[in-house]
């Protein structure tokens, strides 16, 4: 069993930055592919980027790129997004998730565990 905490979450302005943080306690941290996802009301949960335990290859949505950047530190367990400029569209609760595979895939049903989210609120 692998626990995911994440924490950093909050209210800022358009333009602005936040840094998530998502604490893994459990089996091995650096044995798992770690991603970030979102889900906006109304909407389906979405892939936001995702990196590789190994090789620390990212991969990151559209969406967002150029903007977030996802980073992990093995040996604080500890997995990173890191969120500049900011827009309204990017309001959402945003989760942590692991999976055992051999990537980070951007689907949702590949992964095995998720923390309980943490809210942004973008205001314009």
């Known amino acids: 069993q692998v626990q995911l905490v994440e924490s950093g979450g909050g209210l800022v302005q358009a333009g602005g930055s936040l840094r998530l943080s998502c604490f893994a306690s459990g089996r091995t941290f650096n044995h798992y592919q770690m991603a970030w996802f979102r889900q906006a009301p109304g909407k389906e949960r979405e892939f936001v980027a995702g990196?590789?335990?190994?090789?620390?290859?990212?991969n990151t949505a559209n969406s967002v790129k150029g903007r977030f950047t996802v980073s992990r530190d093995n040996a604080k367990n500890t997995v990173y997004l890191q969120m500049n400029n900011l827009k309204p569209e990017d309001t959402a609760v945003y989760f942590c998730?692991?999976?055992?595979?051999?990537?980070?895939?951007?689907?949702?049903?590949?992964?095995?565990?998720w923390g309980q989210g943490a809210q942004v609120t973008v205001s314009s």
């Open positions: 990196i590789n335990y190994s090789s620390g290859t990212t």
């Open positions: 998730a692991a999976r055992s595979g051999s990537w980070p895939s951007p689907a949702v049903k590949d992964y095995e565990y």
